[in-house]
T-cell receptor, first 114, second 114 residues
Framework: DAKTTQPTSMDCAEGRAANLPCNHS???????VYWYRQIHSQGPQYIIHGLKNNETNEMASLIITEDRKSSTLILPHATLRDTAVYYC???????????????FGKGTKLSVIP | ETGVTQSPTHLIKTRGQQVTLRCSSQSGHNTVSWYQQALGQGPQFIFQ???????GRGNFPPRFSGLQFPNYSSELNVNALELDDSALYLC?????????????FGEGSRLTVL
């Protein structure tokens, strides 16, 4: 799976949009971009994923550039409960084994400030 | 809450001992994977089980082993514990070849090796 690069940390004011960038310049055509987050002392939580189209769900929006070399996760109205480490992962399902081997980096620590 | 439960939540062992960690997957999920998360790092894939067989493994030595039972619950066993095995161990369940590739993580078992 392609390597991803994220900023170490970011701050966001409560109520504002949080935009978390991710670079994945070596991503291959069949690799999806997944986002997970991990609130302190909890297991990671799935947020959203996409291949090449922009995606939106009740938690967030995912914007993928046309060349697929980078993406941005958008939390439209950040709350204090969104303070967490956010992981961007490039993932290709191993069609032979069906192995969900996610490669987590260190992620971005987002701090939402009152 | 994901419906994935892990036990114990915390435990302390000494070097050379053996440990067994347990995981109950979310109802209807037939695949379980295990991750190790050292302090300040992202989770690292250990292995995955489907139909009671290991079908994917990360870069971990053979002293890390597992089991999956007919009810899809799972165990992670670690023999000859080393100090570096101190970490949060996360279990994640999913549907094999699920359409979203989404993993549902438990809260983890925190192992301290002295």
């Amino acid at each position: 799976d392609a390597k991803t690069t994220q900023p170490t940390s970011m701050d966001c004011a409560e109520g504002r949009a949080a935009n978390l960038p991710c670079n994945h310049s070596t991503i291959s055509g069949n690799e999806y971009v997944y986002w997970y987050r991990q609130i302190h002392s909890q297991g990671p939580q799935y947020i959203i994923h996409g291949l090449k189209n922009n995606e939106t769900n009740e938690m967030a929006s995912l914007i993928i550039t046309e060349d697929r070399k980078s993406s941005t996760l958008i939390l439209p109205h950040a709350t204090l409960r969104d303070t967490a480490v956010y992981y961007c992962i490039a993932f290709r399902l191993d069609s032979g084994a069906g192995s969900y081997q996610l490669t987590f980096g260190k992620g971005t620590k987002l701090s939402v400030i009152p | 809450e994901t419906g994935v439960t892990q036990s114990p939540t915390h435990l302390i062992k000494t070097r050379g001992q053996q440990v067994t960690l347990r995981c109950s997957s979310q109802s209807g999920h037939n695949t379980v994977s295990w991750y190790q998360q050292a302090l300040g790092q992202g989770p690292q894939f250990i292995f995955q089980y489907y139909r009671e067989e290991e079908n994917g493994r990360g870069n971990f030595p053979p002293r890390f082993s597992g089991l999956q039972f007919p009810n899809y619950s799972s165990e992670l066993n670690v023999n000859a514990l080393e100090l570096d095995d101190s970490a949060l161990y996360l279990c994640a369940s999913s549907l094999y070849m699920g359409s979203t590739g989404e993993l549902f993580f438990g809260e983890g078992s925190r192992l301290t090796v002295l």
